[in-house]
């Protein structure tokens, strides 16, 4: 069974998604599962890690989700981390049937 996954520290989770609130819950989530939607904020509490490490661990570790959703209200933060999938996906690194979106969410 496949499951959605919420990185956000502040927003509300969708019902149909499991949040994880920290980097290293979602690294154990795409460890664990197969994973359909992946919904990524940038800016984290934990300022040491944020959405743009993530990113970068999933390329190097191979854990992706069939879609990926950067839904980060920064957007510097956001960009690079679409920016660096994308090329991830030219190079690849990514399987490019993997469809990468930005939708920014509102923090309210």
Same mark, same amino acid.
């Given at each position: ?9 502040? &927003? ?54 069939? &879609? ?34 930005? &939708? ?5």
């Amino acid at each position: 069974m496949k499951i959605n996954v919420f990185l956000d520290d502040y &927003r509300t989770c969708p019902a149909d998604h499991v949040l994880a609130e920290t980097v290293e819950e979602c690294i154990t989530l795409l460890e664990k599962n197969s994973i359909d939607h992946l919904s990524l904020d940038h800016d984290l509490v934990n300022k040491t890690k944020n959405g743009l490490m993530l990113v970068h661990y999933m390329v190097k570790h191979k854990l992706y989700a069939e &879609r990926i959703t950067i839904h980060s209200a920064n957007s510097v933060g956001s960009k690079a981390m679409y920016n660096y999938l994308k090329q991830a996906q030219l190079n690849l690194k990514m399987p490019s049937a993997i469809k990468v979106v930005q &939708r920014p969410l509102p923090l309210n």
